[in-house]
Every structure is written in C-alpha cells, then in structure tokens.
C-alpha cells in the first residue's frame, strides 16, 4: 500500500480492519472501482445501481448514496482527478460460513490520486490459461472473491502482454482480466452474455446504451474464442480507462475498425475523454 | 468477532489487518480450520500438506512448518482444546488484480478455545440452490474465495436444517457447505471427484485412507443429486466434527448403515474423538 492512500473505515480515518472480518475470510463481500473526474464520481449512479444489486443478492444493507458520496468527497479533497475504491464486507463475525449473527458491515473507501497512465494505443492480448469462475447466482458481480482475475493477471505479466482474454472452462469468452470485451462482427456489435460468469461492468452498459442510441444493432451473447479471434473489430472497456482498442490477439490482428471509433466518439460526448481517440 | 478469540498477525499480537489486504481486496489467499486436541494440531501434516499444494498454485510463499506449530502453541496456552483458524493472503498490495509487487504476506491465526458443540446424533440435510463455484484452476484448495459456501450457509440457516448439499450448475454434488460428502452403495465407499469445484477436506483424506485399510473400496466420481437420494449410506466428514451421519436429505431417509459405523470406528482409532458413535 502506498503511503499517499488514504482510506477510511466505516467513516473514520483509519489503517486497519479485524482479522475476523468476513471479508477477509470468505470474500464476503462486494467492491466498485471508480473514476473522480472534475471533483465529482463519474457514472456515480451506475456503479450504485451495481453495487445496490450486489447487496440484494448477498443480503448486505446497502450504504445510503449520500453517505458513499460525501466520503468520496473527503477523501478526495482539492484532487479534481483519482481512482476510488470501496469495498463493502459482511463485517466482523463468529466463525463459520453461515452470515448470520455477523455484527456491522465493513465500509471502506481509498482514493488514489492522479489520473491513470495513459493506456498504450492499442493492446497486445493473450488468452488466459486461468479459466473465470462459473457461478450463475455471482455472476455480473463485483464481489471480493476474483482470485480467478488475479491468476490470470498474474499470466499476462509473465508475459509481458497489455491484458488477456478469460473463458469459461468450456471455451466461452467471459471479459478481459479487468475489463469487458466487445467485438464486431458484419456491422453487429457483440459482447460476452455473463448469465455464468463476469462482471457487469459500467463502462460496458454505457457502450450498450451509446451503440443503441447510434442505431447499432447489439447483442449480448455467447462467443467462443475462435469466434473472438474472427471478429472485424475488437476493443476493451473499463470504468477507469474507458475504451481501449486491441492491437492484437495471440498474434492474430483485428482490421483497426471505423465502428469502434464511432463508439469512443460517442463515449467522450458522455464525458469519457480517455476512450481510445481514433 | 468474540472478545476471547485471540489473533497474531505475522507473529505478533494485533487485532488489525491493512484495508489494502489483498485477502480483503480479491480473497487472494488461502486458510486452514483445524482441531487443537490434547495439546497438539491433529493432522497437522494434512493441513500443511494441502496448504503447500494452495501455495503452489496461487504462487504464495509456504511459511515454515515450524513456525506455523509454534505460533499454533502460543495461541493454545494452556487450552487442551480448541479451533485454530489460519487465513495466509498474499498481503497488501498495489490496486490492481496483478500481484506483482505485493509486500509481504500476511498470515493471521486465531484460537478459539473449547470443544465444538456436540452435533445433532444425525444431520437433517437440504439441497442448496446456491450453486458451488466451478472453476479446475482452484477446486480442491481451500481459499478466500468462498462466497458460495456462504450463501448456501444462509440457505440452511433459514430453513433450519443442520447441513446443505451443494452442487455445480449441471447438478453434480460437490460436497455439504462446511464438510464433505461420503456415501455407500453396493458396498462401495463413493465421494464427488473435486476436480472441478469444492474442498479437498483433511477429514474427506483420512476416511478414504481408512477405508482403504478396512478393504472397503472406494470411488472419488460423479454424483447426481438424484443419484445420492438413492445411495444406502450417507455421511458428512469435517476437521473439526468428524464424521457425522445422515438422519434425512430432504425428507429422503437412508437407513442407518453398518458400513458408516465401520468407517467412524476407525476414525476414531486415528483419533478422531467425535466421529459419530454408531
């Protein structure tokens, strides 16, 4: 951890939580990972909506929106830009899977100052050996147990790629190690279904909604990797780093794509001004 | 957290972890629950053994045998009798799911002294519908990642029932939400292969050691949850509880078995006191 991270706990200014928290001990527990720009929580309303929808299916009380966003605000401070994290857990609790009898859930919230590096041009990816975790009822989440990311981040940077493309063990294309993955194919933008596994991420429901609102004709459905490494046009989104072309998938290489363009187009108009300039 | 429970983070006494864990942040890491008895950690070497095969697949430094035993007695004291809890993550970090550059491990042990509570003389059983996560990559171990077994606890706790049967999406058992799952048909000792999701138990390891030396044979397979309503023997092993037998499976009764009993004679003779007495 760095010294200039700040974080507060439950409100309070502080470096440390209990052991027995159920965060730690399970991954019980959800986080968002977000992007301050211009002294405000960019897309503050989709990354609430997610974790409200996290809550409901881990059965955790969803902080009030004023509360995250007036914590935001403090830990940020003079910074107009940084990266903000908040991890929700379970909290404190007795011994054992079963959540009940847990005490108070655990808030806590860090900001990172500065803006992101700037991504390369366009990303060398690799297919991931690590599979991603099926399980439909965590699906789409953010919740804290990622240790299938981690692994396969741990690949990439062995081997010196930008990112890497995760499947299931059957061979569907579920995201990139931290991002969403998107294709085109015949004038049809397409992205992995995530019913199984993935997460739903917010830079991924505001492409859906600029393609929609361009009149592309989009589908969440299932891809195979072959059917990745045919696409016309390939390109990756997160909440911090917008939209990121690919420059190359295990070798093979993607025509630089026009449609792509509109869509990082339609995204700075949204406020996104790191999505790939074409 | 109970006021008696006692923690030592990296050796000394404290009862805080950084917010930056990446235990907290991703479930990056492992733990191990496991009986003091008599003044000793039974089955230490099975604990060890599994956690050194954790160590290996996410890349984490194994810490010292020795170390680990020592700080284990610290914790006991005076106690004969007690649970200890191991939670080893791979320690604050950078954000970002890459562990590259992570400090220091962090390895967290408590003692939570006192027998367990006597089980039920037979457990009440439901099937969960919370699926168990599949992913090959780190079935078997036991790691932070373990929503699933938390929300499958849930379950349990609010239809009253003692245990619950997890499985995989495609509906092939995995194990119970705390324990493994054994029955008997035709005379054939059958337990979930674990190739694709749960928990290698310790326990789980020493019934098929015992059965072996019984001449019963034995089958790590796959077993529908149809299937394992139709099975003549079923029983649920934990490090912790032993062996305990299987009074119903939603409202499915499998008769008492003689071959169990067989099975927690010699779990006993091992030294295992609380494997249900037939």
Chains 1, 2 share one sequence.
């Not at 959800?30 to 996290?54: I, P, V």
């Not at 914590?71 to 003079?78: C, K, R």
């Not at 806590?108 to 992101?116: K, V």
Request: hydrophobic share 45%; aromatic share 4%.
């Amino acid at each position: 951890m760095n010294a200039d991270d700040r974080w507060l706990v439950n409100g309070a200014p502080l470096a440390a939580i209990s052991p027995g928290d159920r965060g730690l001990a399970y991954g019980d527990g959800l986080f968002e990972t977000m992007a301050w720009r211009d002294g405000a929580l960019r897309f503050a309303e989709r990354h609430l909506q997610r974790l409200a929808r996290g809550c409901r299916r881990l059965g955790l009380p969803l902080p009030a929106a004023e509360l995250l966003l007036g914590e935001a605000a403090s830990l940020a401070g003079q910074h107009g830009c940084g990266t903000l994290k908040l991890i929700l857990s379970r909290g404190p609790g007795r011994r054992g899977y079963a959540p009940a009898g847990a005490a108070q859930p655990t808030r806590a919230m860090a900001f990172y100052p500065g803006r992101p590096a700037a991504p390369a041009p366009a990303l060398r990816l690799g297919l991931c050996r690590t599979p991603a975790s099926i399980n439909p009822v965590l699906a789409g989440l953010k919740t804290l147990n990622r240790l299938d990311n981690v692994l396969a981040a741990a690949e990439i940077g062995d081997r010196g790629l930008d990112e890497g493309i995760m499947c299931t063990p059957d061979g569907m294309v579920v995201g990139a190690t931290a991002a969403n993955v998107f294709a085109f194919r015949e004038g049809v933008l397409l992205t992995p279904e995530l019913s199984r596994a993935g997460i739903a991420g917010t830079m991924r429901g505001l492409v859906l909604d600029c393609a929609a609102a361009l009149g592309i004709s989009c589908r969440e459905t299932r891809i195979s990797t072959e059917e990745l490494l045919q696409m016309d046009e390939l390109f990756l989104t997160n909440a911090l780093t917008g939209l990121r072309r690919v420059a190359s998938l295990e070798g093979h290489l993607p025509p630089d794509g026009e449609l792509t363009c509109r869509v990082a187009q339609a995204l700075r108009e949204r406020g996104v001004a790191e999505a790939d300039p074409c």
